[in-house]
């Protein structure tokens, strides 16, 4: 017996050099797994053009109404389950449970919330350009929602003991003069599943593997670090070549906190002397970008290289989309005895610090969210406080030092984030795959998930009382009165529109 999976996402007309305006592709390496595309729609037609994560908002409920009927005359029939993914993603998820009558399934991917400090105390503030208040009521409505969420970590959902967790986040808060959140989200509900991501193995496996480097990709790659012709490609170049390289990639937006490592390395005189630094990230040319929060990193970048006269020791490449050379490359950087630095502001999980400590790269990471629990400082890696760049800047100082001096200390670091992820991590191969979606399908079989709700998660009443306590309009029960009073039918015969709920928090 076969599934049929598709991935439903937007389908964008005007997307030259890219298969986004493709209504179905299938996806490759695949025989029963396709990408369904769906147009955004308003009032004048079909929006032709890409735009920003933050500003889907008014798009969502009619592109749920249309997806709904592209998935069915697809399917030819209703879907087993429907697996949301980040704060978009996770509303519409909610949408077509209740229009089809199946179970759902979340993974956050990130919720922003936690990316972005006092963004719930502030987001007036944020609002205009993030906008935050839609964001965060449709990752509550979701979150209570679901049936089960899926997360890569259990920091993810109730942090550590010096870290509160980003589902946990969500438990109370304020959007001050909007509503008052008292009880957003149970992180103790069964619901909650952690599947970490692991790197696929054949593409990061580690550099002293011979036998299996793809030695090919060595001229491009060599191309790509040291060449010094500057184009939209790379800028930047490196002088000294024996020096090991400090090796970062990312998109370029504020959070991912690219230019605060470039900024890091460039006051540290030390770290200057003994590595070169370089970074992949997002485009170099600001014309090429349509993102405004990328915009403004390209121009503070190139604002950090004139400054603090990074010629010779800088190098930045433009986004890399080759899976199988970015795993190549991250094992070229560890033949020069270098290391990988992620020092995002906060990362939901962190799998490009798998992929370096996969491929054998000591990885220096933000103590903020997954690395925190992926590495162990000072014995698979390092954590580092982005918010403390100096701090960081001389650790990783110290730690090429000692290596100059002591040349095993970089194996044992190596060896040892090599150790932690075969210990901590499953690999994200195909039979890993497979058995664990043949299990969730099972799951789904055999529980009637979707047929029948949990009392407290599905009630028009929850939502509007319990969760959001609005400014003097209404009083907030108990959760254990509402246990009591609520009869929960099954989900078929709900008549919850989750949109009006929506609406009535902003609209």
């Known amino acids: 017996m076969w599934h049929v999976a598709q991935r439903v996402t937007r389908l964008i007309p005007d997307s030259k050099g890219t298969s986004c305006n493709q209504r179905l592709e299938r996806i490759s390496g695949t025989q029963h797994t396709y990408i369904l595309r769906v147009p955004f729609r308003n009032e004048n037609g079909i929006l032709r053009k890409w735009i920003s994560r933050f500003d889907v908002w008014p798009y969502l409920e009619k ?27 996770n509303l519409v998820a909610s949408l077509l449970s209740y229009k089809m009558g199946i179970t759902q399934c979340n993974i956050a991917h990130a919720l922003e919330k936690t990316k972005y400090p006092d963004s719930d105390i502030y987001w007036k503030k944020f609002d205009e350009k993030y906008h935050f208040s839609c964001q ?16 890569s970590t259990y920091q993810e959902i109730a942090g550590s003991k010096n870290t509160v967790g980003q589902y946990e986040s969500h438990t109370a808060f304020t959007l001050p003069g909007l509503y008052r959140v008292v009880h957003g989200i149970d992180v103790f509900d069964p619901k909650f599943n952690i599947v970490s991501p692991g790197a696929d193995m054949s593409i990061y496996f580690p550099f ?27 800028i930047g170049h490196l002088d000294d070549r024996s020096k090991p390289i400090l090796f970062s990639m990312a998109r370029l937006d504020r959070v991912k906190n690219m230019t605060g490592l470039v900024e890091a390395y460039s006051k540290n005189a030390k770290l200057r002397s003994l590595v070169n630094l370089v970074v992949v990230a997002g485009y170099n040319d600001v014309k090429k970008s349509k993102d405004r929060e990328e915009i403004a990193e390209i121009e503070k970048m190139h604002e950090l290289i004139k400054t603090y006269n990074l010629f010779g020791q800088f190098r930045w490449i433009s986004a ?9 490359l991250y094992r070229y950087i560890a033949d020069t005895h270098g290391a990988f630095v992620q020092p995002a502001l906060y990362e939901a999980f962190g799998l490009t610090v798998v992929e370096a400590m996969t491929c054998g790269l000591p990885t220096f990471a933000t103590l903020h969210g997954g690395p925190a629990e992926i590495i162990e400082h000072g014995i698979s890696g390092f954590h580092i406080d982005p918010y403390h760049p100096d701090q960081a800047a001389t650790l990783m100082a110290d730690f090429f030092e000692k290596c100059k001096q002591d040349p095993n200390h970089w194996v044992k670091i190596s060896d040892r984030g090599l150790q932690r992820i075969y210990e901590k991590l499953v690999p994200a191969n195909p039979i890993f795959g497979q058995v664990y979606m043949e299990d969730l399908l099972r799951e789904v079989d055999d529980t009637g998930w979707g047929l029948w709700l949990l009392e407290y998660e599905m009630i028009e009443k929850i939502l509007l009382e319990q969760i959001f306590e609005a400014r003097g309009s209404c009083t907030v029960p108990s959760r254990r009165t509402l246990k009591r009073s609520c009869t929960v039918p099954p989900r078929r015969t709900l008549k919850l529109d989750i949109t009006k709920a929506f609406d009535k928090v902003f609209f």
Do not use: C, W
């Open 63 to 89: 592109f749920a109404e249309d997806a709904a009927g592209e998935i069915a005359a697809e399917l030819q029939g209703t879907p087993d389950f429907i697996i949301g993914n980040y704060s978009d993603g």
């Open 208 to 234: 002293t593997e011979k036998d299996k480097r793809l030695t090919a990709l060595h001229g491009s790659i060599e191309s790509l670090i040291y060449d010094p012709e500057q184009n939209d490609v790379h």
């Open 136 to 151: 965060f009521t449709a990752d509550i409505i979701a979150m209570n929602n679901a049936d089960f969420i899926i997360t």
């Open 320 to 328: 890399q989309t080759n899976r199988a050379r970015n795993g190549e």
